[in-house]
């Protein structure tokens, strides 16, 4: 069985930093590319960022562009979202997500993905 395990979440004043990590564990797969979602109180669960494991090509939402960063480290299959000047907006749980079909235009939705995480909290509050 697959599962994807985050890590990283917590509380953050607003303007400050976090670092979510993703690894697998369990049964080894080989995925096309990595993602990661978020999902607010009584919002759909949207898209963040992703990330070719290829060669680290990279897809930010316009709302986080510019202040998160996504990367993977192939040796130990992890992925890394690091969290900028967060606002109150980026509250939410924040999922990992790992494609195996590689159609990188399909990536922004969750139809997208595979195997998904079971979240971490991120709460950015004064």
């Known amino acids: 069985q697959v599962q994807l395990v985050e890590s990283g979440g917590g509380l953050v004043q607003p303007g400050g930093s976090l670092r979510l990590s993703c690894a697998p564990s369990?049964?080894?797969?080989?995925?096309?590319?990595m993602g990661w979602f978020r999902q607010a109180p009584g919002k759909e669960r949207e898209f963040v960022a992703r990330?070719?494991?290829?060669?680290?090509?990279?897809y930010y939402a316009d709302s986080v562009k510019g202040r998160f960063t996504i990367s993977r480290d192939n040796a130990k299959k992890t992925v890394i979202l690091q969290m900028n000047s967060l606002k109150p907006e980026d509250a939410a749980v924040y999922y990992c997500?790992?494609?195996?079909?590689?159609?990188?235009?399909?990536?922004?939705?969750?139809?997208?993905?595979?195997?998904w995480g079971q979240g971490t909290q991120v709460t950015v509050s004064s």
């Open positions: 997500a790992a494609s195996i079909t590689p159609i990188w235009s399909l990536l922004s939705s969750r139809g997208g993905y595979e195997y």
């Open positions: 369990g049964r080894t797969f080989t995925s096309y590319a």
């Open positions: 990330v070719r494991w290829s060669d680290s090509l990279r």
